[in-house]
């Protein structure tokens, strides 16, 4: 790898003869330095993004979806860190409010008792729509969408767009 070259200049000075001061060739270290390097660069795979599926609502004019009420859940996001959830429809909403740190229990609750309803029947999961207010943090909203992904929620949307009157009204009279 790497030769140590001496020089012959060894005169002699007052009855001494100089020892000559070794002298290190690098160039073949320096060579496979550049070609492991080289090597690694090639064969070794750059992170790839981790996107996030998202799916919103297509507008429509006129045509209303309807989410089965025994199995669906929605979160309201607001101001100062906060969530609204309820389940079923806005007509029999039992509104709630929660601190978006604990979204996950929520979840967790509200989809055992979607299981126990529905006989533990896989094909009937929860449905999540989660409604952002324009007063929500992006930080909450993205929180939320990853517990989606943590709790592994199979059906999940976001409707922004369509935040009911009701449901307005409860977080205004509540500071969300």
Do not use: W
Not at 38 to 65: E, H, Q, R, Y
């Amino acid at each position: 790898m790497a030769t140590l070259n001496e020089s012959q200049s060894g005169k002699a000075a007052k009855g001494r003869t100089k020892k000559p001061s070794p002298r290190v060739d690098l160039t073949a270290m320096v060579d496979l330095m550049f070609l492991l390097t080289t090597f690694f660069m090639l064969t070794t795979s750059l992170g790839s993004l981790n996107a996030a599926d998202i799916a919103k609502p297509v507008k429509s004019d006129g045509v209303d979806i309807a989410f089965p009420e025994s199995r669906t859940m929605t979160i309201l996001l607001g101001k100062n860190n906060k969530a609204v959830c309820y389940m079923g429809t806005i007509e029999k909403a039992d509104m709630h409010i929660i601190p978006v740190a604990n979204i996950q229990k929520e979840i967790s609750k509200n989809e055992k008792r979607v299981a126990e309803t529905h006989q533990h029947n896989p094909s009937k999961y929860m449905i999540v729509i989660i409604k952002p207010a324009k007063t929500a943090k992006f930080q909450d909203f993205v929180d939320v969408v990853d517990e989606m992904k943590i709790a592994n929620i199979k059906s999940y949307a976001i409707d922004d767009d369509h935040i009911a009157e009701k449901e307005t009204v409860f977080m205004k009279m509540n500071g969300i």
